[in-house]
């Protein structure tokens, strides 16, 4: 059984996606790719690799405290960027986001992002104890 929502903290989707799929009895979540969007939709951080990083984080922890879930749960993370240097001298930030051990990861270059102004985008896959697992109530787009 996979179950989809879209937490009511984070931007609507806008395509055919949601913010997270559900797999199983809720443990394992798939996070659909986070972007620097504020709740309306609105980009966070015009230019500025460090503040899209921390907005994308953000919104990567609104998905999962949805759900009952912390950032300790993430268990790999890939991130599409249109600048790995500027990427790479934001470390500090996802640093201070995750403790040891840290998630597995994988970084890509990539030419843009589904909006050209948008420089960052994560996808996680996060692991939530049951005892803290809350199965939010489904929404279709």
């Known amino acids: 059984m996979v179950d989809a ?7 609507p989707p806008f395509g055919a996606f949601s913010m997270a799929v559900i797999q199983g009895d809720g443990q394992i979540a798939h996070l659909k790719g986070q972007v620097s969007l504020d709740r309306q939709g609105q980009l966070v951080g015009h230019n500025d690799m460090r ?7 953000e919104n990567i922890r609104a998905v999962l405290e949805a759900m009952g879930g912390q950032m300790a749960d993430v268990l790999s993370l890939v991130h599409y960027t249109t ?20 998630p597995v990861t994988t970084t890509v270059q990539v030419e843009r992002l589904y909006r050209p102004e948008l420089m960052i985008e994560i996808t996680a896959v996060a692991e939530i104890p049951r005892d803290r697992f809350r199965r939010p109530a489904v929404t279709q787009g």
Not at 51 to 57: S, Y
Not at 83 to 102: E, G, L, N, Q
């Open 5 to 11: 929502f879209n937490p009511p903290d984070v931007w």
């Open 51 to 57: 503040a899209q990083t921390r907005q994308t984080l």
């Open 83 to 102: 600048d790995i240097d500027a990427f790479m001298a934001a470390s500090d930030i996802r640093k201070a986001c995750f403790a040891a051990p840290y």
